[in-house]
């Protein structure tokens, strides 16, 4: 029974400890098992990209009323696109190239239920954009912004943590779909260059060197936003609030900021007048709840990005013992784009 | 020109100092003038009941970002119901019954544009219904939890501030449309006794008397919350949200613990989690969006209070001088219903 047949190796990254504050390199190991195989009706995704989500992290405090913790000891969630390398599922033979709800590993078992689809044959779209502008970041932007917001043409846009690549996909699908104005706020002169030389927004604004943000952004909004689309948390909506347009629409699309925070620590939104006197629409949306509608999505944005109107920044990790360090940049702003770590072959 | 022709007087309560906090008696003055008489195209309406609203409170500080500042020494806005008894108007001949943008004042002229609108006969249905349960707080209620709140048979209701004039009518409405299940919240035993026996809510929870108020919600509506119609504001929000259930909408609809803060008191909302995790809505309405289809919301609710299936517990005080008395004591809480002041004879 034991030891006479030689298996794959895998290696995956489990969370250690529950992370207190902002996650740091020792909540995570790296950790090396025999590669499972696959029973019938399954087949194994050998991983080539993993994604890193700042949205994890809500499950890595040991679980609150909201989010079930991650039991410790376990491999970490996370968007995976990879090529199947055994298979007992003809329905995803040998070969056959997948994005997938895979997490932080080299190799997982998948039934082709759930969140896994194969990649589309559209050429000139690398592999890696199946995690990025048409995974998971792209689809959240194109509905949040859509089907949340309710985005229409003429609509002045502020998207916040605009170089990220939820943020950098609303603001050009934004601009891609006739909005008057689309106006990024993100952490760096860099990236604010990008914004609006590569992405095509109106103008960026650099919100750690600029000394009054609410003067800077009325400024480049003096006729105020129609749509907010924020990732950052309480702080960022409640300062944007009193900027809002009659009928203005906010999509709670990430808080990166309150992530890290404890209850007592999180800020508060007190600027509420506006639901009542500009007839505000706040709401917050999971992107898995629209996944009838995927294939429009991609399809409107694989052509964008033919065209050259859709682009993203990536930032590539080599190497599955990087995905700790990946993660937990993104919480001190380091991410410029969607950062993606090489886990495998393509 | 002058002295020769004897004039009807009138009355009217004017503001005599922007409030700080609470409103109190002194922020107001009643004065008494000519009446005016109507121009070519207008016509003079003698009030019968006006009302005191909360929402009003929001223009009495000297304006701010959100609402300009009722000019001193003017009369205070609100909803009136009266007969036209001057007339250069054929559409609105003396004696024709109206509900109007009125005011705190006995008389008004009006053109006919704008909110005014002839009293339906409708047997049965007193006068001052029409700036009651069918004026502005029950159009409220009617449009906040359909329209905005997007009410559904089987939707778990919570409304706040449930023995007013719009809670009371938001908790019939939902279970006469077939709500789960519908708890107020109020601040009497009188009134939540009043909101089971005769307005047929589920139950109702004194929040004065109730020393832990959450588990009280929590007991009470185990399954969580659908639907939060809200007229308290922040702080209220910001307790309920943990329960809401996923898919929930929050109805801004009135934000009455506020109005008197600064920015400074006013409690923020931080339990924001939900709207990502639990896909949460919340927005806020003003009323008047919805004029076309009031008729529509008048004629289900003169059915249904035609089968008692509507009630409104009404606070009536007599003359005008006792508009101010009635307006501050909608922030002590003092109010049980709906309260209009009798300015003249029916």
Known sequence: MSGTIMTDQMQHVALTTYCEGAPKLSDFAVETKDAPT?????????????SVDPGTRSRLSGGDSYAAALPLGKPIDGFSVGVVDMSENPEYPVGTKVFCAGG???????????????????PG??????????????????????????FKAGDRVLVTSAAGPVGATAGQLAK??????????AGSDTKCKWLVEEAGFDHAINYKTTPDLDAAIREAMPKGVDVLFDNVGNAMINRVMPMMRLNGRICVSGQVADYNLTPEETPGIVNTKPFITHRINMQGLVVFDFAREFPIALNEMATLIGKGELKLKEERFEGIDKMPEAFCGLFRGENFGRRVVKVGDE
Chains 1, 2 share one sequence.
């Open 38 to 50: 696959p029973n019938e009706g399954q087949f194994r995704v050998r991983h080539v990209f993993n």
């Open 104 to 122: 932080w590993r080299t190799h997982t078992i998948q039934t082709g239920k759930g969140f896994i689809d194969k990649v589309p044959e559209i």
């Open 125 to 150: 779209i690398p592999l890696s954009l199946w995690i990025g502008v048409l995974g998971v970041p792209g689809l959240t932007a194109w509905f949040g912004l859509k089907t949340v917001a309710k």
């Open 176 to 185: 891609a779909s006739g909005a008057e104005q689309v106006i990024g706020i």
